[in-house]
């Protein structure tokens, strides 16, 4: 955990007597994930193309006014994909804290919460790295069909909520097993 007290977006989630067994945030920074294999070569591609042709109609003095703009659109999907999903995914990590609660598992930005009660998560994921690192994905990916690292789409991204890149990773995953067992127990 980052320090002892909670950040208030957790605290303000919580319910009357509800208890916080643990919390954290996501790694911060730049990640490269194993998508970034194909990405990154494809992105070069798609950005140069789209940079050369630009370049070429904006340059060449008698291009129609409509071939000058038709390259701006993929000239900014090329910078996007060149850069600016990396940033986007960090912008995005950086709001993002979780939460375990005896109740249930909190997702929460500033301005919103997801909430899963531990007695209807259903499959529950593992992903542990080197380091203790880890995620955690609460469900499966039914459009890929795949588990394991199937629960991420083509940027990477969790496609199902997902307690990413977190530091000792096994044991938030046993901490939720354990409170989870709690919770049937007083079914």
């Not at 509800?18 to 070069?44: A, K, N, V």
């Not at 798609?46 to 060449?60: I, L, N």
């Not at 991204?157 to 901490?175: L, N, Q, S, W």
Request: charged share 20%.
């Amino acid at each position: 955990m980052s320090s002892l007290t909670p950040p208030q977006t957790i605290q303000d989630r919580l319910e009357p007597r509800e208890r916080l067994l643990w919390w954290d945030r996501p790694r911060q920074g730049i990640i490269l994930r194993m998508s970034d294999l194909y990405l990154i070569p494809f992105s070069l591609l798609w950005g140069g193309f789209a940079f050369f042709w630009e370049f070429t109609v904006a340059t060449t003095g008698n291009a129609p006014w409509f071939f000058k703009l038709w390259g701006v659109p993929f000239v900014l999907i090329g910078v996007y994909l060149i850069a600016g999903r990396f940033l986007h995914d960090a912008w995005r990590r950086n709001r993002l804290f979780y939460g375990l609660t005896d109740n249930r598992v909190l997702i929460a930005t500033p301005k919103s919460c997801r909430t899963m009660p531990l007695e209807s998560l259903g499959e529950i994921q593992l992903d542990e790295r080197g380091g203790g690192e880890g995620s955690i994905a609460f469900g499966r990916d039914i459009a890929s069909g795949i588990s394991g690292r199937g629960w991420q789409n083509w940027s990477g991204t969790p496609t199902v909520p997902t307690f990413e890149g977190i530091k000792e990773a096994r044991t938030v995953f046993a901490a939720i097993r354990e409170a989870q067992k709690r919770v049937e127990k007083v079914r």
